[in-house]
């Protein structure tokens, strides 16, 4: 079937508008992005629920929905630490999402995901209730950079058994005092994985004090540690009826397939619009 050329005319002013659409909600949500490192990368840590298979598919799910939303705004995604599952999907994974506001949009995503399904794993299909945690930290510059006490630290880097075609590069590093913990194996270089662990994991400290209220990394008190990470923040449901629901601003729409897709601007919008509106004093 040929597509005539009033057709294909209306295809591109479709397309246009839509792109047009999509870069306006873009400047709104920046408009409300005015807090320190906002305006920077992103490292995003997913963590699937323990010992889980559905948990674990769960977690690669929302690993390709940050990947294509970052992909969808322009930006550039890199999976810099991947630990695969039992069976199927990742425990573990930490996305590396490179420009302008990246951080800033996704500190709305930090907390705990809940899916509900009919599990696709195992002959019952039975009706299951999946979580996976996302941290968001931003990307440091030379501006906010410091330094960690080598003491402090546990470095463990692969070491090359068997065939030496095959050596490995990976490389883990442990803050002993808070005992966080980052693994990292995406370069070829092993001392590229080692700078790019000690980058995540200072990003991680960062958000930490941040979060505490310190200047110091001594400062942290890793007993007063609970994640936020922790907290249920939304639901995505699949089964009996389809929806995602963000449980702090109420916000939730039916499309759920433009969701996995990536589409979760509506949510990102209404949470910094639900912060900003707290912090701005009344006149």
Same mark, same amino acid.
Not at 14 to 39: H, V
């Given at each position: 079937?040929?597509?005539? !050329?009033?057709?294909?005319?209306?295809?591109?002013?479709?397309?246009?508008?839509?792109?047009?659409?999509?870069?306006?909600?873009?400047?709104?949500?920046?408009?409300?992005? &005015?807090?320190?490192?906002?305006?920077?990368? !992103?490292?995003?840590?997913?963590?699937?629920?323990?010992?889980?298979?559905?948990?674990?598919?769960?977690?690669?799910?929302?690993?390709?929905?940050?990947?294509?939303?970052?992909?969808?705004?322009?930006?550039?995604?890199?999976?810099?630490?991947?630990?695969?599952?039992?069976? !199927?999907?990742?425990?573990?994974?930490?996305?590396?999402?490179?420009?302008?506001?990246?951080?800033?949009?996704?500190?709305?995503?930090?907390?705990?995901?809940?899916?509900?399904?009919?599990?696709?794993?195992?002959?019952?299909?039975?009706?299951?209730?999946?979580?996976?945690?996302?941290?968001?930290?931003?990307?440091?510059?030379?501006?906010?950079?410091?330094?960690?006490?080598?003491?402090?630290?546990?470095?463990?880097?692969?070491?090359?058994?068997?065939?030496?075609?095959?050596?490995?590069?990976?490389?883990?590093?442990?803050?002993?005092?808070?005992?966080?913990?980052?693994?990292?194996?995406?370069?070829?270089?092993?001392?590229?994985?080692?700078?790019?662990?000690?980058?995540?994991?200072?990003?991680?400290?960062?958000?930490?004090?941040?979060?505490?209220?310190?200047?110091?990394?001594?400062?942290?008190?890793?007993?007063?540690?609970?994640?936020?990470?922790?907290?249920?923040?939304?639901?995505?449901?699949?089964?009996?009826? &389809?929806?995602?629901?963000?449980?702090?601003?109420?916000?939730?729409?039916?499309?759920?397939?433009?969701?996995?897709?990536?589409?979760?601007?509506?949510?990102?919008?209404?949470?910094?619009?639900?912060?900003?509106?707290?912090?701005?004093?009344?006149?």
């Amino acid at each position: 079937m040929e597509v005539t !050329a009033d057709e294909q005319l209306l295809q591109e002013a479709q397309a246009n508008l839509t792109q047009l659409q999509r870069e306006l909600e873009t400047l709104e949500i920046q408009q409300l992005l &005015t807090q320190p490192c906002d305006q920077k990368g !992103a490292f995003l840590t997913i963590t699937a629920g323990i010992g889980d298979v559905d948990a674990e598919d769960w977690a690669f799910i929302l690993l390709k929905l940050y990947h294509r939303w970052a992909l969808n705004h322009n930006y550039r995604p890199d999976v810099v630490a991947e630990s695969d599952g039992d069976i !199927a999907g990742i425990k573990y994974a930490v996305l590396e999402i490179t420009g302008h506001y990246a951080y800033g949009c996704l500190k709305s995503e930090i907390g705990t995901h809940q899916l509900q399904r009919l599990s696709p794993f195992g002959a019952d299909k039975n009706l299951k209730t999946s979580l996976a945690s996302v941290e968001v930290s931003p990307i440091l510059d030379e501006s906010c950079d410091f330094d960690i006490s080598q003491k402090d630290l546990e470095i463990t880097l692969a070491r090359a058994k068997g065939n030496v075609n095959r050596t490995k590069t990976w490389a883990q590093v442990v803050h002993l005092p808070t005992g966080i913990t980052v693994f990292c194996d995406s370069d070829r270089s092993q001392m590229e994985n080692k700078a790019k662990a000690l980058a995540i994991l200072k990003s991680k400290l960062w958000a930490l004090m941040q979060a505490q209220g310190v200047n110091q990394i001594s400062a942290i008190q890793p007993r007063q540690m609970k994640s936020l990470s922790n907290k249920l923040i939304r639901e995505y449901i699949l089964h009996p009826n &389809t929806k995602v629901k963000d449980l702090r601003t109420l916000v939730q729409t039916t499309a759920v397939a433009e969701v996995l897709d990536g589409g979760i601007d509506l949510f990102i919008k209404a949470y910094l619009q639900q912060e900003h509106q707290t912090t701005v004093p009344s006149q």
